[in-house]
């Protein structure tokens, strides 16, 4: 039985976000600044706070911390976002501490209790819940044993996939995750991990990589550019809406969210791809990865402005 319409697979965060500094600090030095924000993050909170904006029912698999569990379970009510299957566990949620002057940004990262993320995948239980999905969303670099059991399960049991890696360079360059990329249904790359995997340069590249490997579908996430696929040869390339980009942070992410979204309505390829584009495009226009994720009235009333009905 069907209970939601998403469930999305990864490491949870707590963002603690500061800008607005003037320097940066030598070592040894202490700068200040006023602007401060703490958001949830990690690819697979975005993804999952994306479909919710976009009215699907959303669960949320992953590890957090007993102490700020509180505040993650507001922070997920607030989009709508199911945390019934979060685990809660003593030691601390992962934290990234994100500093950015007018210039740069750096990021300060401690894993925290997504160090086991893993073995909760492994308990048959798990694996339950995760069949009650109609579409099962991985924002991890899901590793080759683990796929090996979960996903074949999950086509078994009438349920779709995806996976965005991210930037794993190790788990990208390693061949036997080729079998994974055979496997799930819709890999979601950008163009720099795309490059990674194919060893190639161009759309192109990686298009014939994934012709060759037979992977179920090419999708390519191309920044500012927008999104390419490759549907038995035919290349389909698609534009974002025009947007004044503030922080591309979650981008990705949020185009996943479009994706699924299309996806489960049953839209074609372009279709999906557009809706993609529209979702990672809105959520560039504001600071953070959240605050700019469309509703479904905005999705279709930009959907119509920039590509027409
Ligand atoms: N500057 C921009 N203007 C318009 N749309 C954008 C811009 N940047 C990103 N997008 C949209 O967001 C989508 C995903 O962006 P991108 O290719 O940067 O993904 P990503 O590198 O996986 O991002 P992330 O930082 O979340 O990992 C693009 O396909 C595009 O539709
Ligand atoms: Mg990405």
């Not at 994720?293 to 402005?305: D, H, M, T, V």
Request: some cysteine; glycine content about 10%; overall charge negative.
């Amino acid at each position: 039985m069907k209970i939601w319409d998403v469930t999305v697979v990864g490491e949870i965060y707590i963002d603690h976000v500061m800008s607005g500094f003037e320097t940066w600090p030598k070592p040894g030095e202490e700068v200040a600044s006023d602007h401060y924000m703490r958001e949830i993050g990690g690819g697979c909170a975005i993804t999952a706070c994306g479909l919710s904006r976009l009215g699907k029912s959303v669960n949320l698999v992953g590890v957090i911390g007993n102490e700020d569990a509180p505040w993650l379970e507001r922070r997920l009510a607030d989009f709508g976002v199911t945390d019934q299957a979060l685990r809660r566990v003593s030691g601390p949620t992962g934290v990234t501490l994100s500093v950015s002057t007018r210039e740069d940004r750096s990021f300060f990262t401690h894993i925290g209790v997504n160090h086991r993320l893993s073995n909760e995948l492994l308990a048959p239980e798990t694996l339950v819940t995760l069949t009650r999905a109609r579409h099962v969303h991985f924002a991890m670099p899901l590793p080759r044993a683990l796929a090996a059991m979960i996903l074949p399960a999950l086509t078994e049991a009438g349920c779709t996939s995806s996976l965005d890696v991210g930037y794993q360079p190790a788990w990208l360059t390693d061949e036997t995750n080729y079998a994974t990329c055979q496997t799930v249904d819709y890999l979601l790359p950008n163009e720099q991990e795309a490059a990674l995997l194919s060893g190639g340069e161009t759309p192109a590249d990686f298009f014939a990589f994934a012709r060759k490997l037979r992977m179920r579908s090419g999708i390519l996430k191309l920044g500012a550019r927008g999104a390419m696929s490759d549907v038995d040869g035919v290349t389909i390339a698609v534009s974002p809406p025009k947007v004044v980009a503030i922080d591309s942070t979650g981008s990705g992410d949020a185009f996943d969210a479009g994706f699924i979204d299309a996806l489960l309505e049953g839209a074609n390829e372009e279709e999906r791809l557009r809706r993609a584009c529209i979702c990672g495009a809105l959520s560039t226009r504001v600071p953070g990865a959240l605050g700019g994720l469309p509703n479904r009235e905005e999705l279709w009333s930009i959907y119509e402005k920039t590509y027409g009905s």
